[in-house]
Each structure stands twice: as C-alpha cells, then as structure tokens.
C-alpha cells in the first residue's frame, strides 16, 4: 500500500514537458546588445529552474566563443543569444563542423540529435 502512495504521489508531481527553444537562423549578434546579453545570459536548458518556460524567446544572434579543436582550429564554438518575453537574456551553444554545418553541444559531443 505504502509503494502504490508513493507511486500516485510521484505521478501528480511531475511537471509538463520543456522544449528547449532553438535558434534556427544564424548570424552574428548585433555590437550595441552583445555585451548586455552576455553578462545576462542565463543557460537557455534552464528556463524552467527560473520559471521561464512559458515565456516565448526570440534569437537575436551568436557570437564566436572558441574554437573546440586548439590543436587545428577547425571546429568553432558559438554562443546563440535569445531573449524572451519579458525581456530576460538566455544562451544556447551551437558548434560549426569544418563542413560549414552548425549543430548543437550535444550532438557534437555524444552524434546524435537530443530526443527532447
């Protein structure tokens, strides 16, 4: 009787689905709000800890960080800036592969496409 409450009562506490927000464009974040985002900038996979979730982002650009490879320099880090709905900053990271393609941290590091 005891598992089956604590079964019933982790059920009710679970919390909808997050989508992490995406940027599907890519160009470079504009100077005058570069520096204002990156001081700001919370990790985007974290907007439901700040009870951000439901708000609606907008990407406003990227900005190069790095390179991923030191030794060849090949493969570029770049940090992708949005903004949400009530005018709070938040950050994803994109990789760009020698080819050119942009992909994320995650299916770089681990080749695969995150089943979020």
């Known amino acids: 009787m005891e598992l089956e409450k604590a079964r019933n009562v982790s ?3 679970t919390t909808p689905s997050f989508t992490t927000p995406v940027a599907t464009e890519f160009f470079m974040i504009d100077a005058s ?3 204002n985002a990156k001081e700001n900038a919370w ?3 974290n907007m439901p800890g700040h009870k951000a979730e439901n708000r609606t982002t907008k990407y406003i650009g990227s900005h190069f960080e790095g390179f991923m490879d030191l ?3 090949d493969i570029r880090r770049y940090f992708d800036y949005f903004v949400d709905s ?3 900053y938040w950050y994803g990271v994109r990789v760009m592969l020698p080819s ?3 992909v994320s941290m995650e299916e770089y ?5 995150s089943k979020k």
């Open 11 to 13: 059920k009710k506490q």
């Open 33 to 35: 709000e570069e520096m």
């Open 43 to 45: 990790s985007i996979e």
């Open 71 to 73: 030794d060849t320099k």
């Open 86 to 88: 009530a005018g709070e």
């Open 100 to 102: 050119g393609e942009l």
């Open 109 to 113: 590091l681990f080749g695969a496409k």
